[in-house]
Each structure stands twice: as C-alpha cells, then as structure tokens.
C-alpha cells in the first residue's frame, strides 16, 4: 500500500474536540477516496498525512472541501456508466441533530449520534429533508433516465436532445442482448439504421427535437440530479432490490456507496 517510501494517513477532528487517527496505511488515492466519504459527516475538519516510513522527514498537510467531487465508474452494457457525488450539505449529521433538537426546546443537540439513532427508531425522517445531495451520472439511458425521473422529490437537470445534436450518440447495450449473438446483430443492426435516419433527417434540415423522436430508448444520456437524504433512502429501498432493473439498481448502488461511510 505503499507510493515509494511514502504513506498516507487520514485523520479527522471529532465533535469532542481530539484528532482522531485512521491507523492503516493508505496509497494516495485510497487516502483521498476515503476522505471524500469522511466529508459527509465531518465536514472539513479532515486532514490528509502524506509521510515517510520514519514518520517524520516528510509530512504534507491538504483539506479537501465540499465541492471536491469522489466518483465511482461502472461498465453498464459495454459503455462505462459514472456516478459522481459533486456536492453534500456540510457537515451534515450534527447539523440534522440540531435542527431536531428544536423539537425539544434546544438549540444543539448534545449527543448527536444518540439522537439520530433515536429518529430514525421512532420514524422522525422529515428533519432529514434538510440534508442534500448533487450527484452527476453520464451513460444511462433514456430508459433508465425515465425511472429516475418518477421519484417526484428530486430535482434533475438533464442534457437536451432538443439543442445537444445526437448523430453521434451512444447505446446502452443490456448483457441479455449482448450475450446472444443472433440478438446483438439484430440489435446493431436497428440502432444503426436510427442512427442513419437521423443523421438524414437531420440533413433535410428536420429539427433536433423532431429528429430525436427516431433514437433508441436505449441512447445514453448524461444528468444532475439533487435530493435530500430522506429521499435518496426511499429511492435506495425501492431500486436497490432484485426487483429493480439492473441499470437503475446499479446507478442507486453507486449513488448509496458515495455517501456510506
């Protein structure tokens, strides 16, 4: 786990007010990863220790923010699908205990952990309307995009097919399709034969939002999504189960492991 003779080291400052000490030794990139999963609760009081096997001839200190994106990447269909948490209300799980605490009569909460074991025991989920989260995934579908899009308490932001030109555009490829010959050169065979109507549609000066009406369900898209945490866990107990479609169940569980710690 080591870059050379250098090691990483993550630390954070507890509410109690000590540092507190990852002992593991981390490379670089699992030091920044995990940082950026430390960011959900503890804001930016993180610090990322680069150092020699002495301990002591070298040391560099860097507090990452907020608005430092952890992204996970998987391959859907052949085309690598992204999931990036790109922002989170800071320090988010002391500021849900204090918000509760006016509940009953307090300004701070003072054992926050207590507290929120005890909201969500007892089913108090509003307060956790005021925490929220962006994330930005590239290479769905439209297919997918449609069930995103039913969860009514989010707020999507999504490239156009209407102004983006999508001669060039890619297809989700489900494995069922791809793992059955005869089924891939039909499906091949249909999206490039959209894809070419469109292409002269587009030609015969037809507008982008009409051309688009020929695209495959399957055509990938890109999108902003933001949501608050009551609302990322009822999506999660709806698309994180077998019941769920294998894309939007992968997107759900990238976008779950990006604010798990």
């Not at 999963?37 to 907020?66: G, K, P, Q």
Request: glycine content about 2%; aromatic content about 10%.
């Amino acid at each position: 786990t080591y870059y050379g003779d250098r090691y990483y080291k993550v630390l954070w400052y507890d509410r109690f007010g000590s540092w507190q000490i990852l002992y593991r030794r981390f490379t670089e990139k699992e030091a920044f990863e995990l940082f950026n999963r430390f960011m959900f609760v503890h804001d930016n009081n993180i610090r990322i220790l680069c150092m020699d096997n002495s301990n002591v001839d070298y040391r560099e200190e860097r507090a990452l923010t907020t608005s430092e994106s952890f992204t996970e990447k998987l391959t859907i269909g052949g085309k690598e699908m992204k999931v990036s948490l790109v922002q989170v209300s800071p320090n988010a799980a002391k500021m849900v205990a204090d918000i509760a605490s006016i509940c009953y009569g307090k300004e701070e909460a003072q054992n926050p952990d207590k507290l929120l074991k005890h909201l969500f025991k007892e089913k108090h989920h509003s307060v956790l309307e005021h925490v929220y989260f962006t994330f930005y995934i590239e290479g769905i579908s439209r297919a997918c995009l449609a069930q995103l899009t039913r969860h009514r308490h989010t707020s999507p932001t999504v490239e156009s097919q209407r102004y983006v030109d999508q001669s060039d555009s890619q297809v989700v490829l489900p494995e069922t399709i791809r793992d059955n010959p005869e089924a891939l050169r039909i499906f091949n065979k249909a999206v490039q034969d959209a894809r070419e109507t469109y292409q002269t549609l587009r030609l015969l000066n037809i507008p982008k939002e009409d051309a688009r009406y020929i695209l495959p369900e399957g055509t990938a898209t890109r999108k902003y999504i933001s949501m608050s945490l009551r609302e990322l866990i009822h999506i999660c107990n709806l698309r994180c189960t077998q019941e769920a479609q294998w894309e939007i169940r992968d997107v759900v569980d990238s976008m779950r492991n990006l604010v798990i710690i």
